[in-house]
C-alpha cells in the first residue's frame, strides 16, 4: 500500500494575514492566487493537503469559494475524493463547514454553467 | 363665590394663553443656514456647509431638518462640473461618520472626474478641524489645518480608500489592528464585512448599466470610514455606484426566474431600492446552486450575528435597510425604509460593542 503525501499549507504564514477577494483582477491575496500558488499542483500529483486557516483577520466567502470550489471546478474533482484530500484545519468551525460547502456545490455552479 | 372664583379661573387661562400667544409672535422664527453657492468676484463660488453632517437621524430618519440640510449641501455639491469651488466650513460643529465618508467620496469624485479645484474656508470648531485632517479630507478641500487631532473622538477615526481593480486588502491592516487592541482578538468578523463590501464594490457597484450614462470613479472607488470609540465599533463603507437596484438584476441576468422570485417575495416592500435590497438580503439567503454568487450582503449582514450583537445598516440610493439584534441570545429584528434623499451609491454600515468580545478574549 503506497503512503499518501500529504502537504501542510498556513495561510496567514504562507500566504498572507489579510486575504482579499475572489479574482487576481480585481487585487492583491485573492482566493483565485491562493488556489494556483498552495492547492492546484499537489492535488494535480495526487497529494492530500493540510490548509490550516487560522491566525488571518478574517476570510470573505468569495476568496474561500474561489480557492477551494474554484479547485474543485479547474481539477475537476471528484466531491468526496476532494473532501477527503482538501483538510481544513481551524478553530473557526464556521470556515471549515463553508469550505466543505464551497467544494460541494462547486460542481453545482459548474453544471449550472454548462447547461 | 364659587361663581366669582370660576370666573377668575377662566381669565387666568384666557391670561396664559395670550401670554403664550404674543411670546410665540415675538419669538424669532429659527432660520436655518442654508446651503447654496453664492458668486463673488471673479469666477470664484462659495458653497456654505450645514451645521450638521448627518444621512440618518436615528429617531426621525430623514425628516429631521438637519438631514435635509445636508443632503441640499451634497445636491449642490454634485452639481459641480468644473472650476473652482469654495466651501464655507465655518458653521460645521458635527459630522457623523457616514456623512462624513459620503462627504469624501463625493470630494474624491469630483476632483478625479471633473477636475474641481476646492478651497475651503476653515471651520471654527476645533473638533471638526481635527475630524477634517484625521480624515485627510483637509487636503481634498487644500485646507491647512496646523492643529494635530488629540481628542479621544477624533483619534481613533481610521481611514481606508482603494481603486476598482487592484484592490490591496493590506489597506485594512491599521483598522484590525486597532480592533486588536481593544479587544485582543486578532480575527474579527468585521472583517469579512469589510472586505466582502469591497469585493462587491469592484464586482458590481461599478458594472454598466443603460441607465447610467455619468462617469463613475475609478480611483478611489471605496471608502471606509472606522472608528473605536467608547467600546463601540463604527465601521462604514461607501461606493458611488449604480446601487442596489441596477446592479442585481445585472448580478442575476443568467437567473431571471429567480430575480422574479425575488422581487415577488419583497412586493410589499416600499421604494424599489428598498425593495432591491431586501431582495439582495433574501438572495444571500436563498439556497441556489450558485451559492458562491451574491453572498456579499448576506455576509454583511451575518457580522452581527457572528459577533452576538450589534447594527447592520445598508443604504442604496433611497432605500435603507437596518438589522439589529441586541443580545446573542435574540433573534435579530429587520426593517426596510424608503428615504427621502438619495445617497447616488451604496453606504454598508456596522455597529458592534466591543466589550463582549474583549471579555471572551480574556478567557
Redesign the interface.
Known sequence: MTKVETVVVNVAKQF???????YI?????SGEEFRQKFLLEPLKQGKTIIVEL??????????L??AF?GTVRELDLDITDALNRIKIVTS?E?WRLDVE??IR?AK??K??TNA | MKKLREKQRRFQSWKSAYAMRLRKSSKPKKTYRKSKIRHSGVDQRVLVAPSHFIVLSTRSLQNGSDVNEYFSFLSKLRSVQSGNLTIDMRGVRRMIVDAALLFKAELSRLIELHGVRFDAIAPTSQRTQQVLKQTGIDTLLNLKIDIEPSREDVIHWRIAE?PR??????E??PM?ADIEEVTGL???????GI??S??NC??HAYKNHPDVTWRMPESPSWWVFQQVKDGILMVVVCDLGIGVNRALPLTLSNEHGLLKKLMHLVRRTRGEDARALLAAMEYGRSST????RG??MK?AHAVIN?HGEGDFYAISNKGCYTYRKSSPSTAGQSKTVKLRHSVHGTILGWRLPLEQASAESMQ
Open positions: 498572507t494575514k489579510l486575504p482579499g477577494l475572489r483582477r480585481l487585487g492583491r491575496f487560522d491566525g488571518v483577520r478574517g476570510y470573505g466567502s468569495s476568496f469559494e474561489e470550489g473557526v464556521s460547502e464551497y456545490t453545482s455552479r453544471n449550472a | 482603494g481593480a487592484g484592490v490591496d486588502p493590506t485594512l491592516e484590525m486578532a480575527t474579527h468578523p468585521v472583517y469579512q472586505i466582502e469591497i469585493g469592484a464586482e446552486g450558485l451559492h458562491e453572498r456579499g455576509n457572528d
